[in-house]
Nanobody, 115 residues
Framework: QVQLVESGGGLVQPGGSLRLSCATS????????VGWYRQAPGKDRELVAR?????NIDYGDVVKGRASIARGSASVDLTMHSLKPEDTAVYYC???????????WGQGTQVTVSS
């Protein structure tokens, strides 16, 4: 019913930048929470950035100062810079309604930071 289509992943050198885009099949205004999460091998999924409600933005501690999230009418974009090898992970777009009645995830896109 709801599709989250991600793009922008790939191989990036340490210190480089990337932009991940998430196109949503439904207006982002219909979601209470949108954002990006990531999961590295052997690790739990962790927050990268999210927007809750109208404009409450939270960043994960490991990316604070290096990430920026923006919401469009039907998109959620994540920009990261000064990338580190430990940023290597599968990145997932997320959208959820209030109270987690509906939760949607993208298919995940691989980001590899390596020289």
């Amino acid at each position: 019913q709801v599709q989250l289509v991600e793009s922008g992943g790939g191989l990036v050198q340490p210190g480089g930048s990337l932009r991940l885009s998430c196109a949503t099949s439904r207006s982002t205004s219909s979601f209470f929470r949108v954002g990006w999460y990531r999961q590295a091998p052997g690790k739990d999924r962790e927050l990268v950035a999210r927007i809750t409600g109208a404009a409450n933005i939270d960043y994960g501690d490991v990316v604070k100062g290096r990430a920026s999230i923006a919401r469009g009418s039907a998109s959620v974009d994540l920009t990261m810079h000064s990338l580190k090898p430990e940023d290597t992970a599968v990145y997932y777009c997320f959208a959820g309604t209030r109270g987690n009645v509906e939760n949607y995830w993208g298919q995940g896109t691989q980001v590899t930071v390596s020289s």
